[in-house]
């Protein structure tokens, strides 16, 4: 690993939890050099919802490339475009009732959170855009100010403006009504709350730890953004595609956001691509005004459609991943149950899991000892405290709960319990 030490940058960082080089990738399996074998509930943070190399996509891909048609063509149209935009109209949009128009802002979740921030304050003319405390929209500028976390916000190297953050569901006591404090800054012209433009919220914070927020909790967010003309922006980046069940995460809610942000696993295949969506009357644009060399990703129009070809076009696929979900709520929920007295808890929608633990390093220990039974896992939360189960939502049964007894083992090889400590 030397080349790797003298030449990558510090930032580099899941390497450290998994000191070794993968070669391969087939479905639910990652191997490294030396053929050792992983199961992956880590699956490319989410862009692997169907697998590494799924065999469907894989052909219509190298079909594409072969066929030596267009890789790279900006906001040109281009066959493989239209496909998609065709697609997902007809497997996606339509069936939902949604009338969204499509933007391609660029190729990663950070480009769409720009996008759809630019576009809400254009529409409604005001700066401020709401959050939520442990929220994670990303890395650029724009995505930090509404990102809670301290770590990352600090990397900005300047300050972070014209954002205002608010406690997600179960943030506070549970006595508190939802959006008093938020309902309270917007009445009282005293506040020194501007009147927003925006809210944006992840209906399952992931990076946050896999905070779940109710159905309930989703309307009311959404009935009062309507109350007061403020423009409901849903981050699905991490569990749009059907992570938690359903292709979108807020189908669950029965409500329909202003702006939706899709990227990781849109392509199918681990590929480049973001989207942001709008109703109709938002499209404000004006020719170019937002763009970026890396928005027309053909290839990943080609495999993104196949996907939705593939396990979208009836209600299978879902049916399936909400079955899994539901072993693996369960099986979690046992485990903390096991491990009630080291403070573990259970969370999770779908295919979207945790454990989080109240003693410090307990995620980190269990993680690390996971990889070394040869399962991928990784931690999140504001302190790392959660361990964060992520495996592809076309993993069998078998495999599931292979992945899950593993997580087992590794709580009883590594989380002590005061009393036997």
């Not at 946050?208 to 009062?224: F, H, K, M, P, Q």
């Not at 992520?390 to 292979?402: A, I, V």
């Amino acid at each position: 690993m030397e080349i790797f030490e003298r030449l990558e940058s510090e930032v580099r960082g899941y390497c450290r939890d998994w000191p070794t080089v993968f070669d391969e990738a087939r479905g639910s399996h990652i191997y490294d050099e030396s053929g050792t074998q992983y199961l992956d509930f880590f699956a490319g943070a989410g862009s692997l919802n169907y697998g590494h190399n799924n065999p469907e996509l894989k052909s219509k891909l190298l079909d594409y490339l072969v066929g030596d048609s267009v890789v790279h063509s900006l906001d040109t149209y281009s066959t493989a475009k239209r496909e998609f935009l065709a697609t997902f109209d007809e497997v996606v949009l339509q069936p939902r009732g949604l009338d969204y128009k499509v933007q391609f802002p660029g190729p990663a979740g950070n480009n769409a959170v720009e996008a759809a921030l630019k576009l809400a304050r254009k529409y409604t003319g005001r700066d401020t855009v709401i959050s939520f405390t442990n929220g994670f929209h990303g890395m650029t500028l724009g995505a930090l100010s509404v990102t809670g976390n301290s770590m990352k916000r600090s990397g900005a190297g300047v300050p972070l403006g014209h954002a205002a953050t608010m406690p997600f569901d179960n943030y506070m006591d549970g006595q508190t009504p939802d959006f008093l404090w938020l309902r309270s800054l917007l009445e009282d012209s005293g506040s020194g709350l501007d009147k927003p433009a925006a809210v944006i919220v992840e209906t399952v914070q992931g990076e946050g730890g896999i905070n779940v927020a109710s159905t309930e909790w989703l309307r009311g967010l959404a009935d009062l953004c309507q109350e007061y003309g403020i423009l409901l922006i849903v981050d699905d980046i991490q569990m749009g595609c059907g992570r938690t069940g359903p292709f979108f995460s807020f189908e669950h809610a029965g409500i329909t956001p202003d702006i939706v942000t899709l990227s990781k696993s849109i392509s199918g295949y681990g590929l480049p691509m973001a989207l942001t969506l709008f109703k109709r009357e938002l499209d404000v644009w004006d020719p170019g005004e937002h763009n970026g060399t890396f928005r027309g990703p053909n290839p990943s129009f080609v495999t993104g459609t196949a996907a939705l070809n593939t396990f979208w076009r009836d209600g299978e696929f879902q049916r399936a991943t909400e079955a899994k979900g539901e072993i693996m709520q369960k099986r979690l929920a046992e485990l903390a149950e096991e491990f009630a007295e080291a403070g573990a808890v259970a969370r999770g929608r779908g295919m979207a899991g945790a454990l989080a633990f109240e003693r410090e390093g307990a995620a980190e220990a269990l993680s690390a000892e996971a990889f070394r039974r040869g399962l991928l896992v990784e931690t999140a939360g504001p302190n790392d405290e959660v361990v964060k189960l992520l495996p592809p939502l076309t993993t069998s049964e078998q495999e599931l709960e292979r992945g899950l007894e593993i997580i087992a083992e590794s709580a009883r090889a590594t989380v002590k319990i005061p009393q036997l400590a």
